[in-house]
Nanobody
């Protein structure tokens, strides 16, 4: 069982930066791939970025070059550094923990409740 708690959201002006954190419980954090997703009101959940347990990174097209994911296995924490924020980045950001499935895709088993990011124009 893994519990995930996000923090670091808030209100920021367009062009600004925020760093989100996702703290995980459990001693097996290093074995999990971690991902960030976001959901804006009235829209479907959108993949943002993922990092595998070996450090491989995968970014959604809308955030490439602006967002960076990292993890600290000693602290059981994954971070999302967001720069050059745009109003369209406004959403509830959630982290998730998962493992690689048989087809090579990450299957997410655990989800946090999310932290709100609001970007004003």
């Amino acid at each position: 069982q893994v519990q995930l708690v996000e923090s670091g959201g808030g209100l920021v002006q367009a062009g600004g930066s925020l760093r989100l954190s996702c703290a995980a419980s459990g001693r097996t954090f290093r074995n999990y791939a971690m991902g960030w997703f976001r959901q804006a009101p009235g829209k479907d959940r959108e993949f943002v970025v993922a990092i595998t347990n070996s450090g491989g990174r995968y970014y959604g097209d809308s955030v490439k070059g602006r967002f960076t994911i990292s993890r600290d296995n000693a602290e059981n924490t994954v971070y999302l550094q967001m720069t050059s924020l745009k109003p369209e980045d406004t959403a509830l950001y959630s982290c998730a923990a998962g493992t690689l499935g048989p087809l090579g895709r990450i299957e997410y088993n655990y989800w946090g409740r999310g932290t709100q990011v609001t970007v004003s124009s």
